[in-house]
């Protein structure tokens, strides 16, 4: 059985920072990547990551801020996100596919239940 769990989600003062995890069992993914929800929107792509050599794919709203790493003998992804702002605020998931990076949620079969991410102003 396939399992995506995310940890590390909170409440951060506009600036600060938190680092998200996630723990992948059950399947061998090609690429992991973190998505975003907020309340009345759409997920949105984050950020992606490769587990052969760590290729990556940012969103132009979180470049220079938040860096994907990969942890492959634990099977665990991070997402160390800095100068938060307000409009980070979302429930943000983990996600694994067998194909290729991709941008489009729908191209992910596999996801985490999600850790929620609020950023006061």
């Known amino acids: 059985q396939v399992h995506l769990v995310e940890s590390g989600g909170g409440l951060v003062q506009a600036g600060g920072s938190l680092r998200l995890s996630c723990t992948a069992s059950g399947r061998t993914f090609y690429a992991m990547g973190w998505f975003r929800q907020a309340p009345g929107k759409e997920r949105e792509f984050v950020v992606a990551i490769t587990w052969s050599d760590g290729s990556t794919k940012y969103a132009d709203s979180v470049k220079g801020r938040f860096t994907i790493s990969r942890d492959n003998a634990k099977n665990t992804v991070y997402l160390q996100m800095n100068s938060l702002k307000p409009e980070d605020t979302a429930m943000y998931y983990c996600?694994?596919?067998?194909?290729?990076?991709?941008?489009?949620?729908?191209?992910?079969?596999?996801w985490g239940q999600g850790t929620q991410v609020t950023v006061s102003s």
């Open positions: 996600a694994g596919r067998v194909g290729l990076l991709d941008v489009r949620p729908n191209q992910y079969h596999y």
